[in-house]
């Protein structure tokens, strides 16, 4: 049986403060053991009371949230969920940056009870953040830290005159919880144009892959953008699904282009791998390199199956370093995985396959 998971709320506004200790509270394995209304208060409550997870606003007066997670990740690392209004999606990857471990997105920056829709995904990421391995958290962390260090990528795809030719190859990429830093590693380490398109389905709410994309174009030689329907899907080319929607894939003639579709009734993983993979495995059949790392779920395991029966290849990151081995453990348990390796080597794996 798993033990609870103790809480501690930390949030300047005692409406929200009162709202997520009444949706944690009332989920059985949580327990909320304290709450906060400054980073000064959090701190003094974070070593006092211990908690195995936090909630965490960031704009407060006295102490921002930024300095509060600076400061507990350097003095006790413990998993934190930022709960950010939409309008604030470069803070949240601030924050990733910091040591949080994942983020919900309030659906209005003002007061409201629509804040009691963020129930299911809250409960969900508190459920399984509150298990989170910090030493692995940190560890991709300062890898993109050195990432950071290296000069400014500047030989992008449009400067190769790759043109239109088709990509040799395609790349789908999932993820979840503790994704965000993971691509980032891997889209760092490529400081070259490929010649293969790259396809990524992250788990995140609309409004935030836009920023998320640009923020990771700095750092790689690829090209990478929030896809946008109608996409031709070209070498050196990174399309990230848009928070929200589904990304497919449609062949004219000699054409892939992208197609951003709506979600299905009832569906759980938005955008999806799942839905990802199926398309890429119809379209570019063995050409396919399929990448799943770190996240909560099994999203990805449907599509790893496609995907292999097509001819393709599967690669997973092992579970020494993923923040929550539940996707990629999921995809190994289906036999169609031809590699296992921790993050540090996905990237070359990748290479490798695609023959380059």
């Given at each position: 049986?798993?033990p609870?998971?103790?809480v501690?709320v930390v949030?300047?506004?005692?409406?929200?403060?009162?709202?997520?200790?009444?949706?944690?509270e009332?989920v059985?394995g949580i327990?909320?053991?304290?709450?906060?209304?400054?980073?000064?208060?959090?701190?003094?409550?974070?070593?006092?009371l211990q908690?195995?997870?936090i909630?965490?606003?960031?704009?407060?007066?006295?102490?921002d949230?930024?300095?509060?997670?600076?400061?507990?990740?350097?003095g006790r690392p413990?998993p934190?969920?930022?709960?950010?209004?939409?309008?604030?999606d470069?803070?949240?990857?601030?924050?990733?940056?910091?040591?949080?471990?994942?983020?919900?997105?309030?659906?209005?920056?003002?007061?409201?009870?629509?804040?009691f829709?963020?129930?299911?995904?809250l409960v969900?990421?508190?459920?399984?953040?509150?298990?989170?391995?910090?030493?692995?958290?940190l560890?991709?962390?300062?890898?993109?830290?050195?990432?950071?260090?290296?000069?400014?990528?500047?030989r992008?795809?449009e400067?190769?005159?790759?043109?239109?030719?088709?990509?040799?190859?395609?790349?789908?990429?999932?993820?979840?919880?503790?994704?965000?830093?993971?691509?980032?590693?891997?889209?760092?380490a490529?400081?070259?144009p490929l010649?293969?398109?790259?396809?990524?389905v992250?788990h995140?709410p609309?409004?935030?892959?836009?920023?998320?994309?640009?923020?990771?174009?700095?750092?790689?030689?690829?090209?990478?953008?929030e896809?946008?329907?109608?996409d031709?899907?070209?070498?050196?080319?990174?399309?990230i699904?848009?928070?929200?929607?589904?990304?497919?894939?449609?062949?004219?003639?000699q054409?892939?282009r992208?197609?951003?579709?709506n979600?299905?009734p009832?569906?759980?993983?938005?955008?999806?791998v799942?839905?990802?993979?199926?398309?890429?495995?119809?379209?570019?059949?063995?050409?396919?390199v399929?990448?799943?790392?770190?996240?909560?779920?099994?999203?990805?395991?449907?599509?790893?199956?496609?995907?292999?029966?097509?001819?393709?290849?599967?690669?997973?990151?092992?579970?020494?370093?993923?923040?929550?081995?539940?996707?990629?453990?999921?995809?190994?348990?289906?036999g169609?995985?031809?590699?296992v390796a921790?993050?540090?080597?996905?990237?070359?794996?990748?290479?490798?396959?695609?023959?380059?």
């Open positions: 049986m798993n609870v998971i103790r501690l949030d300047d506004s005692a409406f929200n403060r009162r709202t997520i200790i009444k949706m944690l009332a059985p327990e909320v053991v304290g709450y906060a209304c400054d980073g000064e208060e959090g701190l003094r409550k974070v070593f006092d908690p195995d997870l909630t965490l606003d960031l704009e407060m007066p006295r102490m949230g930024f300095t509060f997670l600076r400061i507990v990740m350097a413990t934190v969920i930022v709960i950010s209004a939409r309008s604030e470069e803070n949240v990857f601030r924050a990733l940056d910091f040591g949080a471990v994942d983020f919900v997105a309030k659906p209005s920056a003002r007061i409201s009870p629509e804040l829709n963020i129930r299911e995904d969900r990421k508190v459920l399984s953040g509150g298990r989170t391995d910090m030493t692995k958290v560890q991709r962390n300062r890898q993109i830290e050195t990432a950071a260090l290296l000069p400014p990528t500047s992008k795809v400067e190769l005159s790759l043109g239109n030719k088709p990509a040799k190859a395609l790349v789908v990429i999932g993820a979840s919880t503790g994704g965000p830093p993971a691509l980032q590693t891997i889209f760092s490529i400081r070259e010649s293969v398109a790259f396809a990524v992250q995140m609309p409004g935030f892959t836009r920023a998320f994309a640009e923020r990771m174009n700095k750092l790689s030689g690829l090209t990478i953008s896809a946008a329907d109608g031709l899907v070209l070498p050196g080319k990174v399309f699904a848009p928070g929200g929607k589904n990304l497919v894939f449609e062949q004219i003639k054409e892939v992208i197609r951003v579709v979600p299905l009832g569906q759980r993983y938005i955008p999806s799942d839905i990802l993979f199926n398309s890429a495995a119809e379209t570019f059949a063995a050409k396919t399929a990448v799943v790392l770190t996240g909560m779920g099994n999203d990805g395991h449907q599509g790893v199956m496609a995907i292999k029966k097509a001819g393709g290849t599967v690669i997973a990151e092992s579970e020494e370093s993923s923040v929550v081995f539940g996707m990629p453990k999921e995809a190994i348990a289906t169609c995985v031809d590699t921790p993050l540090s080597l996905v990237c070359g794996e990748i290479i490798r396959k695609i023959g380059l």
